[in-house]
């Protein structure tokens, strides 16, 4: 199982922005292909700080910043398929 880690701040319209869609792609790789999980920043900020999270949105991929933005689906897609399964 990937775990999906998605790092936002409360009120930030960029953090919140696309989730959904986003989500969507997590969810197309099959039931317990992935796991998602949406991270309030300020809630887990030495987490935030051993994953080099400067900014929000954040995405770590298995414990690994793999994207210091929101991706695009595809680019989610892209790098989820290089994860699930291996």
Do not use: Y
């Amino acid at each position: 199982m990937t775990k999906i880690e998605v790092f936002v701040l409360p009120g930030c319209s960029q953090c919140s922005t696309g989730l959904d869609a986003l989500k969507e792609v997590a969810d197309s790789f099959g039931p317990g292909a992935c796991l998602w999980q949406v991270r309030n920043l300020l809630e887990n900020i030495d987490q935030a700080v051993r994953l080099g999270i400067l900014s929000t949105p954040a995405m770590a991929l298995d414990g690994k910043l793999v994207f210091t933005s929101l991706p695009s689906p595809q680019q989610l897609r892209t790098e989820l398929s290089r994860h699930v399964g291996s």
